[in-house]
């Protein structure tokens, strides 16, 4: 498969993202998207540097990039077309059946992005149907790679999972930024810089753990008995920390289940 134009039917914020990244690899020509929003559509056009001027029915790609509930309207007098094309769908809980019986296509992909593709270092799930040939799976694969990291599922029952960890998780970690700066500038610290050094101290910890560190190992490493660290430990753990993260991931992946259902 050459390289393709993609056509994205909305223009949203996760659309920008990832067109973001793609648009590296495929070139702002062969980018485009339609949204019933100008504002929307122009920002997409804005932010990520997309010129192509094609239709829908010249799109070797198309990516279903709006809220799942808008989905049937978005794509309404238009079957007759989609039902030819490579389908990329990023609608959270919508399945690849409910995927092929509105589209009419076989060949879908399935994926799961977050918001960091907007910066490259986004991560996203991805699965597809039998019908994707290999050589389609791999510009996907390409297209992905230029947003961040990926990770293929084979059971699709994973992707409400993947919804509630890595599509939610980074609202989640804001938040967690957020509570420790907060935490900092109730102490006395300025709060940019109580920003600053939240946000780096995310990241740092975050690759240490991608270079294959175990969490709970590192934890000890930097908690000493009777220090500093561990009173902030026995904070958390009083208050529920851990528990309330994982309940917050059990009840993001519950919903994604529930949006599959409708």
């Known amino acids: ?12 914020k996760m659309a920008t993202a ?48 709006v809220k799942p509930q808008h989905l049937a309207a978005a794509i309404a007098g238009r079957e007759s077309i989609l039902k030819d094309k490579l389908i990329v769908s990023i609608l959270a809980g ?16 399935r994926v799961m992005p977050n918001i960091s593709a907007t910066i490259g270092a986004g991560v996203s799930g991805v699965i597809k149907t039998d019908a994707v040939s290999n050589a389609e799976f791999a510009v ?5 790679a230029a947003t961040g990291v990926y990770e293929y599922f084979g059971e699709e029952y994973l992707f409400d999972v993947v919804t509630a960890l890595s599509g939610s998780g980074p609202a ?6 957020k509570a420790l700066a907060d935490g900092a500038v109730t102490a006395g610290m300025p709060q940019a810089q109580a920003l600053r050094l939240a946000a780096a101290t995310v990241v ?9 560190e175990d969490p709970s190992l590192l934890r000890n490493q ?30 993001t992946a519950r919903k994604s289940q529930e949006l599959g259902k409708k």
């Open 18 to 65: 990832l067109a973001c990244g793609m648009v590296k690899v495929t070139g702002a020509d062969s980018i485009t998207a339609f949204d019933k929003s100008t504002e929307a559509f122009e920002a997409f056009v804005r932010k990520t540097g997309a010129a192509g001027t094609f239709t829908v029915e010249e799109a070797g790609i198309v990516f279903l990039a």
């Open 140 to 144: 996907i694969e390409k297209l992905l």
């Open 94 to 109: 919508t399945r690849l059946e409910q995927l092929r019986a509105k589209t009419g296509s076989e060949r879908i992909v």
């Open 222 to 251: 930097v908690m000493s008995p009777g220090g500093t660290t561990a009173e902030g430990i026995r904070e958390l753990e009083k208050h529920g920390f851990r528990s309330a993260v994982i309940e917050a991931v059990i009840a």
């Open 172 to 177: 989640f970690v804001f938040e967690f930024i």
């Open 1 to 12: 498969m050459n390289e393709p134009k993609i056509y994205f039917i909305g223009a949203g």
């Open 204 to 212: 740092g910890a975050g690759r240490m753990v991608q270079m294959g």
